[in-house]
């Protein structure tokens, strides 16, 4: 069963920044094009960023920027670099496939972003 482990998160100041990771308990990053989805609280979980297996890379607009995608297939892992954090990005981040898996979402790893 694929398992996804996100960690990196923790508190920034405003305009710092955080690298996330996730690993993938088997190979499905050379299957799965991949995203890093975020849930406020009180709001739904959206897709910040997605790369495919073919290393197309997209951004929501609210992140476009700042924060940097990448997928290391042989390690079986996928990153996200926060940069020029804002309180706005508070969240618990997860990763998952795109378009998401209900059988994947993990714990998330939660981004406080806080003077």
């Known amino acids: 069963q694929v398992q996804l482990v996100e960690s990196g998160g923790g508190l920034a100041q405003p305009g710092g920044s955080l690298r996330l990771s996730c690993a993938a308990s088997?190979?499905?990053?050379?299957?799965?094009?991949m995203g890093w989805y975020r849930q406020a609280p009180g709001k739904q979980r959206a897709l910040v960023a997605s790369?495919?297996?073919?290393?197309?890379?997209n951004y929501a607009d609210s992140v476009k920027g700042r924060f940097f995608i990448s997928r290391d297939s042989a390690e079986n892992m996928v990153y996200l670099q926060m940069n020029s954090l804002r309180p706005e990005d508070t969240a618990v981040y997860y990763c998952?496939?795109?378009?998401?898996?209900?059988?994947?979402w993990g714990q998330g790893t939660q981004v406080t972003v806080s003077s």
């Open positions: 998952n496939t795109v378009p998401s898996s209900r059988y994947y």
């Open positions: 790369i495919t297996t073919r290393n197309i890379i």
């Open positions: 088997r190979s499905i990053l050379s299957i799965y094009d």
